[in-house]
Each structure stands twice: as C-alpha cells, then as structure tokens.
C-alpha cells in the first residue's frame, strides 16, 4: 500500500517556465513532508521541507504547498533551470519520528532549453 | 571529510552469495537507514537504527541482516543474494532538530546479482 504517491513518472517543462510537482498521501498521521532532489549516479539531497502547522514554505525558486484536508501537497519552481533536471521525490512522516520517513515513487522533471 | 559515504559504489555477485555493504557517517547522527531504489516504487526503508546496537525492520526487511556496534558505522548484509535484491542501495542518516527531520543520504550502491 503505496502512503505517498508521485502519480506523474514524468515532467517536461521549457526552461522559464513553472514547473509543479505533485504528491498525495493517505496516512492521517503524517505531519512533515519533505522533497528531495535526485541525480542519476548520486544519492538524493534534501530539497525544501514543510510542517503541518503551514501551508506554505518558499525557498528562493521552490515553494511548497501543503492541503491538509485533501492531503496533497505540490511543489512549485519557478523559473525552472535546465539544471532542475533530476528525479524529485516527495517524503512524509509523522512529527518527531525520523525513523518513520516514508517517499512517493518519483517524478522525473526534464527541462528544456 | 565530513558526510555519508558508501562502498563499494559498484557490486556483481552471484546468486547465493553473502555481501556486505558498507556505510559510514561522520556526523554522529544516531539515525541511519538502509533504502532500496528501484523502478516504480521509489525508496523503500529496509532497516534502520535508532542508536548503537538499536536496529528495527523497515518496510523490505527480508533477506537482509544489519548491525550497529559503533554509531558512526551501519552495514547491510545479504545474507544468499537473490536476482530480486538487484537494486540501488541507499545509506542515509537522520539530523532531528525538533519538528524538522532532515535525512542525508551517501551516493549509493548499485549492487547486481547474477
């Protein structure tokens, strides 16, 4: 049973342009979500992350929203960058419990010149 | 140097063979983690640990044993390599600040069994 979900494998975008990555959870209990950015041959780094007492957190380029109530959450960059070009994948757990760190499937973003 | 580090980066092994893959952090960070990648289901938790000598199954845990006799090290052992556990291993440690929970992950493992 798949708690966090990435429903679009892929993402193309002209450089410029918004890119919006989307995710979707099931578990009620969930109350941190973090994204993470991921290129072929290395391991993932830590992108942007939000807490559920928000509904928005910026970060230069990204921002992250958070819809509690239909438990999704997107993230937006803007402009995108050729350099944006990675695998971005969504994770969640429920507050103060690192051991519980659950990641969606994976949305590969490609933009282009 | 400071971080994560993982080895060997690259692992053929046969089918039946025992394999151990190697993680060591820098950080004292008292989580760490084993994650598989693979197509069409992201990354999946096999183990962790919550201090030294403190291990607990994740969502993939079979096949695989781990230890943690020292904090700074975490290594995953196949114990019969199987086809099914080719896959592109991740290490990651855990950084708590409170509400924020913040995973670092080594470059990984790509490990085929023939």
């Known amino acids: 049973d798949q708690q966090v979900k990435q429903n679009s494998p892929s993402l193309s975008v002209q450089e410029g342009r918004i890119s919006i990555l989307n995710c979707d959870y099931t578990?009620?209990?969930?109350?941190?979500f973090l994204w993470y950015k991921k290129y072929p041959a290395e391991g993932p780094t830590f992108l942007i992350s939000i807490s559920s007492i928000k509904d928005k957190n910026e970060d230069g380029r990204f921002t992250v929203f958070l819809n509690k109530s239909a438990k999704h959450l997107s993230l937006h960059i803007v402009p995108s960058q050729p350099g944006d070009s990675a695998v971005y994948f969504c994770?969640?757990?429920?507050?103060?419990?690192?051991?519980?760190?659950?990641f969606g499937t994976g949305t590969r973003l490609q933009v282009t010149l | 140097d400071a971080g994560i580090t993982q080895s060997p980066r690259y692992k053929i092994t046969e089918t039946g063979r025992q394999v151990t893959l190697m993680c060591h952090q820098t950080?004292?960070?008292?989580?760490m983690f084993w994650y598989r990648q693979d197509l069409g289901h992201g990354l999946r938790l096999i183990y962790y640990?919550?201090?030294?000598?403190?291990?607990d199954k994740g969502e993939v845990p079979d096949g695989y044993v781990v230890s943690r006799s020292k904090t700074e090290n975490f290594p995953l052992t196949l114990e019969s390599a199987t086809r099914s556990q080719t896959s592109v291993y991740f290490c990651?440690?855990?950084?708590?600040?409170?509400?924020?929970?913040?995973?670092?992950f080594g470059q990984g493992t790509r490990l085929t069994v023939v």
């Open positions: 990651a440690s855990f950084r708590d600040r409170g509400l924020n929970t913040e995973a670092f």
């Open positions: 950080w004292s960070h008292s989580y």
């Open positions: 578990n009620s209990m969930f109350d941190y």
């Open positions: 640990s919550a201090a030294a000598d403190i291990t």
């Open positions: 994770a969640a757990t429920p507050a103060g419990t690192a051991s519980k760190l659950t």
